[in-house]
């Protein structure tokens, strides 16, 4: 937790908390204005959906986990507020799984670039992938498609925290097993995902990790059981319908 003074107590902590790091994120160059917009609609939805894990998350998660781990090159992918959030997180989600990190921007900057990636290599990351952009995701424009070949580019699976829709859509067309952590079930990230995970990434990054050391040595039966039998509707069915079901406190 970085210089942090919000009582863990307080029955808002964890969404104070995101603030706060959203915040320190655009202070330090991390995260741009647009992302305190992404982070306002995430925050609604995480109000509705009570601010908790529900079950068809955690059964999301276990699949991501599956995937990463069946995976013959998974790569995690990095925007400004997923840095900002769980910069940690994700390093322990690679070491994990033995993905790669990649940065990759909707508003593409080299500061920004080299800012995240020097913030994950502070977290502990050793190898930051995004800065070379020597490939390139069909259908997008120019600065929106760039991706390192050898990162991105190459991989079967792809962890994608708060995509934008289009890159989303984008990636799906290439083929890519897509997990995506969105806290609203509507968008079409979430929507076009192998895995859609509705749950705030502070929640479900950890949750992944967990998952994946528990299924560390799994068969590749037991891993394909698990990823075959998750069911995508179901899960943003579930999510929809607990978001409807709303919080009365
Ligand atoms: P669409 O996919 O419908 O086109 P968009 O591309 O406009 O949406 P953005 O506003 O760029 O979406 O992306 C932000 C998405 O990330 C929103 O769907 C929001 O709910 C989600 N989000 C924001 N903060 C978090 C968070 N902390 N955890 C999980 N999801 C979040």
Do not use: C, W
Not at 153 to 165: K, S
Request: net charge negative; hydrophobic share 40%; glycine share 8%.
């Amino acid at each position: 937790m970085d210089d942090i003074e919000i009582p863990e107590s307080h029955p808002r902590y964890e969404s104070l908390l995101t603030r706060h790091r959203i915040e320190a994120g655009v202070e330090k160059g991390i995260t741009s204005q647009q992302g305190l917009i992404a982070q306002g609609r995430g925050e609604a939805y995480d109000y509705l959906l009570g601010e908790e894990t529900i079950d068809t998350a955690d059964e999301a998660a276990r699949a991501a986990a599956a995937h990463l781990l069946l995976a013959d090159h998974a790569v995690l992918s990095v925007n400004g507020n997923a840095a900002a959030l769980v910069p940690g997180e994700l390093v322990e989600l690679a070491e994990a799984t033995g993905a790669d990190v990649e940065v990759n921007l909707f508003n593409r900057t080299e500061e920004r670039m080299e800012a995240i990636a020097e913030h994950l290599r502070e977290h502990g990351a050793e190898d930051v992938l995004g800065l070379e952009a020597d490939g390139r995701i069909p259908g997008l424009d120019h600065e929106r498609a760039k991706v390192d070949a050898d990162g991105i580019g190459d991989a079967d699976v792809v962890l994608v925290p708060l995509e934008d829709g289009d890159r989303a859509e984008a990636l799906a067309a290439m083929g890519k097993t897509e997990l995506v952590i969105d806290l609203n079930p509507l968008s079409r990230s979430a929507q076009t995902a192998t895995v859609p995970i509705v749950d705030n990434i502070i929640r479900a990054v950890p949750t992944i990790t967990a998952h994946a050391r528990e299924l560390q040595d799994a068969s590749r039966d037991e891993l394909e059981g698990i990823t075959d039998s998750f069911d995508r509707e179901a899960a943003l069915a579930a999510a929809e319908d607990a978001i409807r079901g709303g919080r009365l406190d």
